[in-house]
């Protein structure tokens, strides 16, 4: 192994690569889940001055609303490509971060294989791996919480509090399997 292919990111770039291949027949699909419709409308909805839970419900944190009418904004409502780039930007970020964890803690093989599942795994439509939804947005929040804890310096530290609450923000559930890590 020469001195420049051991510094090289070929792990994460082929792990990012094989997630967007694989996901590429979910970029042709239309808006048509449910929850899909429901945060695009309630983020159209109070994009007009409606207030959110007031006078537009649904059972979602903001978060997910807000991103929806940025979204909204950037064109989603004439293409939905556009939700499914941030769908597998998403999963290709909790991939990579993945990838990151583990190697801290164990051999970059293993980092590897680790990130090619989770990958597979998010991508799967079985498991709604082709929406954006709750779970998918919150997800590289949370594991990248998780990998900024690993840190010693406070600044590392601050970072991860932050990034928790903001999946937490996104799904309130992350606070199990926050108690789940410590434990």
């Known amino acids: 192994m020469t ?3 051991r510094h090289l990111p070929w792990p994460p770039l082929a792990v990012a690569a094989g997630i967007v291949v694989l996901r590429l027949p979910s970029l042709s699909e239309p808006q ?3 929850d899909d419709g429901f945060y695009t409308a309630v983020a159209l909805i ?3 001055g409606v207030p959110l839970y007031a006078g537009v419900y649904d059972n979602s944190p903001p978060i997910i609303y807000w991103l929806h009418r940025l979204l909204i904004a950037l064109g989603s409502l004439h293409d939905h490509l556009l939700v499914q780039l941030v769908a597998t930007a998403a ?3 909790s991939a990579l971060l993945t990838y990151a964890v583990v190697k801290r803690v164990a051999s970059v093989p293993t980092a590897l294989l680790a990130a090619s599942l989770a990958g597979f ?3 799967l439509p079985t498991l709604d791996g082709d929406l954006l ?3 998918l947005v919150a997800l590289p929040l949370f594991v ?3 990998l900024l804890a690993f840190g010693s310096r406070p600044i590392s ?3 991860a509090g932050a990034l928790l609450a903001l999946a937490l923000a996104t799904r309130p559930t992350y606070a199990l399997d926050s108690l789940a890590l410590t434990v």
């Open 3 to 5: 001195r420049w292919s």
């Open 32 to 34: 048509w889940a449910s």
């Open 46 to 48: 109070s994009s007009k």
């Open 91 to 93: 999963v290709v970020a």
């Open 121 to 123: 795994a998010l991508s």
């Open 133 to 135: 939804g709750v779970e």
């Open 144 to 146: 990248g919480a998780l």
């Open 157 to 159: 530290l601050v970072g």
